[in-house]
Every structure is written in structure tokens, then in C-alpha cells.
């Protein structure tokens, strides 16, 4: 298959001054603990999802409690002197979110941080971080803004990003690693397409946690190995363009949530992509790659397109200065048994779960896929690699309670975590 | 506190007492292996090492005893009276003498001589056996390891929390952490790497370079505020960044291009 015949991939490397000017987590979490936990239980998060392993998901938890506790308290003493290290644990933690609350709380201390360190006139390498994710930084602004999209179109849209990655798996037999994760994508998408749309923000951020998940994991997975890249760069640029496509039919989420930051990296497999187009002609192999890559293209195109507009409008709409008030920021759910606390939320029932079972009705999915197992014992990895697949794993929230340690607090947010051991 | 975080309140220790220490956090989470390699290591690389390193800090002891001599801690064991718990020596052979064992025999000497003064100690060094052994063929007359054998047991005992079971008092339950047993501590959980990642984390804990350089971290993060899984936990993120860097896709994901650094 063609396919294959891509790469290797060489982007353009960055400057020595551009990568020392990025080394900042590190060596900030060296002077702040905090931020050290915080890259600690992202380190775990990683390894557990990898290795299904649960003593690495209690460190995971752990660590995330320690530096959540730890950023609350540096949000009371919040300055000029710790800005960016609060902005660093912010943005590790966010992206470790299970659960909506959470997620818009860390997205609004974000925000307070970015307006003061604006009001200082102070830029750090984690607002460019931001800038980046969020492509305009309007997410916030623009919060609770309603769809454009109605329900035909929306099922127009799933039903061409279904198309697409279907056309993808045929593409792809033979490369067994890379048509898992895309079985796994299209079933996902299936699902996402057969239940009601998500009214509440927490109902949105519930259904696309999954797909921001595999995000953060999958394009890891898949480019690591050391088989040849070119079925592993379609399969993730595919993930990417899906999350593009289909995230702005969650309005309450925007951009931040996952979309703004893999646009960048999408469009940097597309450079890879046309530049080896252009090396290689207009041979069967490049045409056939061209014709794959055209659903990521263009919906690159179209994502940044409408994010320019967007940004607009929310631009003219900004309401001001923020406060960083920890107070604001805190909410206590101690205990709260979120769905979204597990690692792979997108719950796919069995006979025994009802969509209306009150511990089950987290995106209520009816069983359309008979092959999918639940009730799996060990971790449900969303799946990971350490996860038989293609079977689906279901959520533990029924059968892995976190008894045993006092961390049922942390899930990401700003949570005045309970001490841990100390 | 917990007892466990102990490795962190030393303050720039010389390397033979961290792997003391870490031979107690050993203990607590049951991960021996890689820790007895690294006292060894340090045994091996300073072959007049219990002459020349002259004490060893014990953290929360009372005062008057903070600290101890090697030569009085190797004295001290091989009196059945003065064992940090006084239990355990009843168990050890008469004619036991810190510099008397050989390497062949000190695998079963010395694990008995664990199992009688701490039971728990004896059983996560067992298993320990094979990788320890790999270490000792290289040893060249094995003097040391008896020894290494009475720090460890020292050494947990110093930290023993389950003095009660064996109805002795133990001086130091009144001065280690009071937190209840059910407690967990990041180290007590398992951070399993690949065993050259593994190795990859011992080597960069023996001389202190980061192991990746291409990842431009600067400055280095100070390794020895550090426990053992944090450093692992460390080296994955930048394992797994240096991956894709080396093939030229760190752009290509959410994360690798600013994480860790």
C-alpha cells in the first residue's frame, strides 16, 4: 500500500534559541513543586494510559492532588513573582482535566492570569502556549455562545468525517496498529452521531473528553514506533482533522479545549505531507496520499478560517480585565464520583447498563456495537496499548472506586486538595 | 511527614547516605532491586568506602544520637544487645563479624540474618537475589556486602513501623511520623520503565546528566531532591519527547515539543 511510502519526516528543526526559550516547565517545576507535580502526575497520567497500570494511576493521582493543592495556595499569594509558574501548573493541569468543572475553572484562572500578566505588560512562554492552543483566546469570551449548526448539518458533518476515516481504514490494511486506532475512532464517531446532542457544557465536555484523550496519547503512541511513518502520520492527522470537524458542534467548549492546539500540529503534518507532494510528482503513491490527506486539509483550512471570524466577533465582545481571586476559582466536589474521572469516559454499554442507569449516564450511548465488552476488570484504557483490542473497555466509576486512598478530590480542577500522606 | 520523604530533607548528603536512605525507602515500597544495585555501586566504586565515609545521618533520632559512626554502626550490630530493636540478634550466628563473610556466603548469611532482625526487609531482598548477584561477580572479595547486608537491616530498622507485631519497643516509633499505616506515599507506588529506561534513570542519578541534552533542560533539575520514581517519572516525559525529536516530528503532537523541558 502507498501509504507506507511516506517519510521519513523531517520538519523543520527549531533554532537552539527557540528550544531554550521553550525550556521552561522543567526548570521552573525545579523552584516550584507545585508545577513539578503537576509534570509528575502529567508523566504518570502518560505511563498509566500506556501500561493500564493502576499503582501508576494513584501516583497520577497523587501527584495531581499535591499540585493542585499547591497552585491554590499560590493563587492566594498570587504576583508578579510566581505568575508564570501558576500559569505553567494551570495549563499541565488543565490539560489533564477529567470533568467540566474543572476544566472552565482552570480555563478561568487562565484567564485572570493572562489579564494581569497583560496589565503588566509581562509575556511569558506559556502565553504563547496559550495563544496557540487557543487561537485567539476567545473561548472565554465567547463562553456559552450557541451553535450555528443545526442538526442536519451536524449529521452532515459526522457523516462526511465518518466517510473519510472509513476511506482511511481501507487505505490502511495491513498496518494493524494504525487501523486499530482508527476502528476505534470510527466507532467512537458512531456513537457520538447516534445519541442526542449535548445540551450542558458538562454534557459536551463529557462527550468529547474521550477524542481530547486519545489526542494527548494517541499521536504519541502511533509516531514512536519505529515502523515506517506514513500510515502512523495519516492515522493521527485523521484524529486531528476529526477533533477539528466535529468540536465546534460543542459550542460550550471552543477552542481550548482541544481543537486550537491540534490545528498546529495538523498543520504541520500537512506541510510534511505537501511537501513531499511536491519532492515526489504526481506518481500513484503521492496521489493516492494526496487524495487521503485532502479531508485534513481541508478541514484545517475551514477550522481556521471560521476561528479568524470567530475571534472577530468575540474580540469586540471582550468584557475586561479579570480578578485573580482564588476564591472564585475554587469549587469543592470532594468525593463527587465524576464519569469523567475515569480514564475513558465514552461509556459503551452492556445489557446490564441502561442509558438512563443513574451510574451509567455518562453519554448515553445505547449498544450498537455488539463486539464491545463491558465490565472489563482492569483499567479501561480508552483503550491503551496495554488494552486488548479493538474491544472496548468500559468505565470503572461501577467497579473502581478509589477507597483505598483519600484523593477521590482531585480531577484536575481547583479543588483544595485534602493532604495526601504528608 | 511521612518517613519515606526522607531522602529529601538531607541536605546535599554525600552519595553513600542517600543510598542509605534509599535503602530505607526500599523497604517501604518494596521496589529493592534497583536500590541495592545503587548501594552497591557505590560500595563497589569506593572499595575503602567504611573507612574513609566516617557517619551517617539517621533523620528524626533523638538528639543525642543523630548521628553515628559506620565503625560504631558495625560494632553496634554485631552486639546482641545494642540491634535498634534487640530482637533480632538472638537469631544471628555467634560468630558473626562484619568484615568475617565472604561473597559466597554471604547470600544466605545475610538473608538470614535479615529475616531475623526484619522480617519485612529479608523478604523484599530475596528477590533481589539474581540482580544483586550481577553486581557481586564483579566485586573482588565480597568483604563489603555483609556489611552492605547490616545497613540494610539497620537501616530498617531505623525505620521500622512494625515493632509492635514483635512486642519491642522501638525508640524510634515515637520519634517517625505518627501518620496512620494506611497512608501512601507516591513511592510506594510502582513506576515500571523499560529496563533500559531504567537504567537510563540509575546512570543519570550516578553522575547527575541529564540524559537527554538534545532536550536542551536548562538548568538541570537537581537530582537529589528527587525520589527514585519521581526521576522515572521525569525521564518517561523525556523519553518519550527525545523520541519524536530524534525523528523529527516533536510538532507533530499536543505535547512533545513543550514537555518537559
Redesign the interface.
Same mark, same amino acid.
Given at each position: 500500500m502507498s501509504v507506507s511510502r511516506i517519510g521519513?519526516?523531517?520538519?523543520p528543526?527549531?533554532s537552539?534559541t527557540s528550544?531554550?526559550l521553550?525550556?521552561?516547565? %522543567?526548570?521552573i517545576?525545579?523552584t516550584y513543586p507545585y508545577v513539578?507535580h503537576a509534570? /509528575?502526575a502529567?508523566?504518570?497520567n502518560? /505511563?498509566a494510559w500506556e501500561?493500564t497500570?493502576k499503582?501508576?494511576r494513584?501516583?497520577y493521582l497523587?501527584?495531581g492532588s499535591i499540585a493542585l493543592g499547591g497552585l491554590h495556595e499560590a493563587i492566594g499569594s498570587f504576583s508578579r513573582a510566581n505568575a508564570d509558574a501558576v500559569l505553567a501548573a494551570s495549563l %499541565?493541569l488543565l490539560?489533564q482535566t477529567t470533568d467540566w468543572r474543572s476544566w472552565s475553572s482552570l480555563r478561568a484562572g487562565i484567564q485572570s492570569v493572562l489579564a494581569a500578566m497583560q496589565s503588566w505588560g509581562y509575556e511569558s512562554i506559556f502565553t504563547q502556549?496559550i495563544a496557540e492552543d487557543d487561537l485567539f483566546a476567545s473561548s472565554l469570551r465567547t463562553h456559552r455562545r450557541r451553535s450555528s449548526v443545526d442538526h442536519v448539518e451536524s449529521g452532515a458533518i459526522f457523516q462526511h468525517t465518518i466517510y473519510s476515516v472509513q476511506r482511511l481504514q481501507m487505505s490502511l490494511v495491513g498496518h494493524e496498529f494504525e487501523l486499530r486506532w482508527v476502528n476505534q475512532l470510527i466507532a467512537y464517531l458512531q456513537q457520538l452521531q447516534s445519541v442526542n446532542f449535548p445540551q450542558t457544557p458538562e454534557e459536551q465536555f463529557n462527550n468529547l473528553y474521550r477524542l481530547r484523550k486519545w %489526542?494527548?496519547w494517541i @499521536?504519541?503512541a502511533l509516531?514512536?514506533r519505529r515502523e515506517e511513518?506514513g500510515p502512523a /502520520?495519516l492515522t493521527?492527522a485523521h484524529y486531528y482533522a476529526v477533533a477539528l470537524a466535529i468540536e465546534p458542534l460543542f459550542p460550550d467548549l471552543g477552542q481550548a479545549f482541544?481543537s486550537g492546539?491540534?490545528l498546529?500540529?495538523l498543520e504541520?503534518?500537512l506541510n510534511?505531507t505537501n511537501a513531499m507532494q511536491s519532492e515526489h510528482g504526481l506518481n500513484a503513491s503521492s496521489m493516492e496520499i494526496a487524495s487521503l490527506m485532502r479531508f485534513p486539509q481541508e478541514t484545517a483550512i475551514h477550522y481556521r478560517s471560521r476561528a479568524t471570524l470567530t475571534s472577530g466577533i468575540a474580540f469586540s465582545q471582550e468584557p475586561g480585565v479579570f480578578n485573580v481571586d482564588p476564591n472564585a476559582l475554587t469549587y469543592t466536589t470532594i468525593g463527587n464520583q465524576s464519569p469523567a474521572f475515569v480514564p475513558s469516559p465514552l461509556y459503551c454499554g452492556g445489557s446490564e447498563q441502561t442509558a438512563s442507569s443513574s451510574t451509567s449516564s455518562y453519554l448515553e450511548v445505547p449498544t450498537i456495537v455488539p463486539a464491545f465488552t463491558y465490565g472489563t476488570p482492569s483499567w479501561g484504557a480508552a483503550p491503551s496499548p496495554g488494552v486488548p483490542s479493538p474491544a472496548f473497555t468500559a468505565p470503572e466509576e461501577q467497579t473502581y472506586r478509589y477507597s483505598?486512598? @483519600?484523593l477521590d478530590d482531585f480531577r484536575g480542577g481547583f479543588v483544595a486538595a485534602a493532604p495526601?500522606?504528608? | 511527614m511521612s518517613p519515606w520523604t526522607v531522602t529529601k530533607y538531607f541536605s546535599q548528603p554525600s552519595p553513600e547516605v542517600i543510598a542509605i536512605v534509599e535503602g530505607c525507602t526500599t523497604f517501604a515500597s518494596n521496589r529493592i532491586i534497583t536500590n541495592i544495585r545503587y548501594l552497591l555501586t557505590f560500595l563497589l566504586s569506593s572499595p575503602s568506602f567504611f573507612t574513609r565515609f566516617p557517619t551517617v545521618a539517621l533523620p528524626k533520632r533523638p538528639e543525642t544520637s543523630r548521628s553515628k559512626t559506620l565503625q560504631d554502626i558495625l560494632l553496634t550490630s554485631t552486639s546482641p544487645r545494642t540491634d535498634a530493636h534487640g530482637r533480632a540478634l538472638t537469631n544471628r550466628p555467634s560468630s558473626l563479624a562484619p568484615l568475617e563473610y565472604h561473597s559466597s556466603q554471604w547470600q544466605g548469611m545475610a538473608l538470614d540474618h535479615l529475616d531475623g532482625v526484619t522480617p519485612r526487609a529479608g523478604k523484599a531482598a530475596k528477590p533481589a537475589n539474581e540482580d544483586t548477584f550481577g553486581v557481586m561477580r564483579h566485586f573482588p572479595n565480597g568483604k563489603c556486602l555483609l556489611s552492605l547486608g547490616i545497613l540494610l537491616s539497620l537501616a530498617y530498622a531505623f525505620y521500622s513501623r512494625n515493632c509492635t507485631k514483635h512486642q519491642v519497643r522501638c525508640d524510634y516509633m515515637e520519634t517517625i511520623g505518627t501518620e496512620g499505616d494506611g497512608e501512601q506515599s507516591p513511592e510506594q507506588s510502582a513506576v515500571v520503565l523499560t529496563p533500559n529506561s531504567e537504567s537510563g534513570v540509575d546512570l543519570w542519578q550516578q553522575t547527575g546528566c541529564f540524559p537527554y541534552p538534545d532536550l536542551h533542560v536548562f538548568p538541570p533539575p537537581p537530582i537529589h531532591e528527587y525520589t527514585k520514581n519521581e526521576l522515572r517519572l521525569i525521564h518517561h516525559l523525556s523519553t518519550v519527547s527525545n523520541d519524536l525529536l530524534s525523528k523529527g516530528t516533536p510538532g507533530l503532537t499536543l505535547w512533545t515539543e513543550k514537555i518537559p523541558k
Amino acid at each position: 500500500m502507498s501509504v507506507s511510502r511516506i517519510g521519513p519526516v523531517i520538519t523543520p528543526s527549531h533554532s537552539l534559541t527557540s528550544q531554550t526559550l521553550r525550556a521552561r516547565f %522543567l526548570s521552573i517545576a525545579s523552584t516550584y513543586p507545585y508545577v513539578m507535580h503537576a509534570l /509528575l502526575a502529567f508523566s504518570a497520567n502518560h /505511563l498509566a494510559w500506556e501500561t493500564t497500570s493502576k499503582e501508576t494511576r494513584n501516583l497520577y493521582l497523587q501527584h495531581g492532588s499535591i499540585a493542585l493543592g499547591g497552585l491554590h495556595e499560590a493563587i492566594g499569594s498570587f504576583s508578579r513573582a510566581n505568575a508564570d509558574a501558576v500559569l505553567a501548573a494551570s495549563l %499541565l493541569l488543565l490539560w489533564q482535566t477529567t470533568d467540566w468543572r474543572s476544566w472552565s475553572s482552570l480555563r478561568a484562572g487562565i484567564q485572570s492570569v493572562l489579564a494581569a500578566m497583560q496589565s503588566w505588560g509581562y509575556e511569558s512562554i506559556f502565553t504563547q502556549y496559550i495563544a496557540e492552543d487557543d487561537l485567539f483566546a476567545s473561548s472565554l469570551r465567547t463562553h456559552r455562545r450557541r451553535s450555528s449548526v443545526d442538526h442536519v448539518e451536524s449529521g452532515a458533518i459526522f457523516q462526511h468525517t465518518i466517510y473519510s476515516v472509513q476511506r482511511l481504514q481501507m487505505s490502511l490494511v495491513g498496518h494493524e496498529f494504525e487501523l486499530r486506532w482508527v476502528n476505534q475512532l470510527i466507532a467512537y464517531l458512531q456513537q457520538l452521531q447516534s445519541v442526542n446532542f449535548p445540551q450542558t457544557p458538562e454534557e459536551q465536555f463529557n462527550n468529547l473528553y474521550r477524542l481530547r484523550k486519545w %489526542l494527548f496519547w494517541i @499521536p504519541v503512541a502511533l509516531l514512536r514506533r519505529r515502523e515506517e511513518q506514513g500510515p502512523a /502520520l495519516l492515522t493521527v492527522a485523521h484524529y486531528y482533522a476529526v477533533a477539528l470537524a466535529i468540536e465546534p458542534l460543542f459550542p460550550d467548549l471552543g477552542q481550548a479545549f482541544v481543537s486550537g492546539m491540534a490545528l498546529g500540529s495538523l498543520e504541520t503534518i500537512l506541510n510534511v505531507t505537501n511537501a513531499m507532494q511536491s519532492e515526489h510528482g504526481l506518481n500513484a503513491s503521492s496521489m493516492e496520499i494526496a487524495s487521503l490527506m485532502r479531508f485534513p486539509q481541508e478541514t484545517a483550512i475551514h477550522y481556521r478560517s471560521r476561528a479568524t471570524l470567530t475571534s472577530g466577533i468575540a474580540f469586540s465582545q471582550e468584557p475586561g480585565v479579570f480578578n485573580v481571586d482564588p476564591n472564585a476559582l475554587t469549587y469543592t466536589t470532594i468525593g463527587n464520583q465524576s464519569p469523567a474521572f475515569v480514564p475513558s469516559p465514552l461509556y459503551c454499554g452492556g445489557s446490564e447498563q441502561t442509558a438512563s442507569s443513574s451510574t451509567s449516564s455518562y453519554l448515553e450511548v445505547p449498544t450498537i456495537v455488539p463486539a464491545f465488552t463491558y465490565g472489563t476488570p482492569s483499567w479501561g484504557a480508552a483503550p491503551s496499548p496495554g488494552v486488548p483490542s479493538p474491544a472496548f473497555t468500559a468505565p470503572e466509576e461501577q467497579t473502581y472506586r478509589y477507597s483505598d486512598l @483519600p484523593l477521590d478530590d482531585f480531577r484536575g480542577g481547583f479543588v483544595a486538595a485534602a493532604p495526601v500522606w504528608t | 511527614m511521612s518517613p519515606w520523604t526522607v531522602t529529601k530533607y538531607f541536605s546535599q548528603p554525600s552519595p553513600e547516605v542517600i543510598a542509605i536512605v534509599e535503602g530505607c525507602t526500599t523497604f517501604a515500597s518494596n521496589r529493592i532491586i534497583t536500590n541495592i544495585r545503587y548501594l552497591l555501586t557505590f560500595l563497589l566504586s569506593s572499595p575503602s568506602f567504611f573507612t574513609r565515609f566516617p557517619t551517617v545521618a539517621l533523620p528524626k533520632r533523638p538528639e543525642t544520637s543523630r548521628s553515628k559512626t559506620l565503625q560504631d554502626i558495625l560494632l553496634t550490630s554485631t552486639s546482641p544487645r545494642t540491634d535498634a530493636h534487640g530482637r533480632a540478634l538472638t537469631n544471628r550466628p555467634s560468630s558473626l563479624a562484619p568484615l568475617e563473610y565472604h561473597s559466597s556466603q554471604w547470600q544466605g548469611m545475610a538473608l538470614d540474618h535479615l529475616d531475623g532482625v526484619t522480617p519485612r526487609a529479608g523478604k523484599a531482598a530475596k528477590p533481589a537475589n539474581e540482580d544483586t548477584f550481577g553486581v557481586m561477580r564483579h566485586f573482588p572479595n565480597g568483604k563489603c556486602l555483609l556489611s552492605l547486608g547490616i545497613l540494610l537491616s539497620l537501616a530498617y530498622a531505623f525505620y521500622s513501623r512494625n515493632c509492635t507485631k514483635h512486642q519491642v519497643r522501638c525508640d524510634y516509633m515515637e520519634t517517625i511520623g505518627t501518620e496512620g499505616d494506611g497512608e501512601q506515599s507516591p513511592e510506594q507506588s510502582a513506576v515500571v520503565l523499560t529496563p533500559n529506561s531504567e537504567s537510563g534513570v540509575d546512570l543519570w542519578q550516578q553522575t547527575g546528566c541529564f540524559p537527554y541534552p538534545d532536550l536542551h533542560v536548562f538548568p538541570p533539575p537537581p537530582i537529589h531532591e528527587y525520589t527514585k520514581n519521581e526521576l522515572r517519572l521525569i525521564h518517561h516525559l523525556s523519553t518519550v519527547s527525545n523520541d519524536l525529536l530524534s525523528k523529527g516530528t516533536p510538532g507533530l503532537t499536543l505535547w512533545t515539543e513543550k514537555i518537559p523541558k
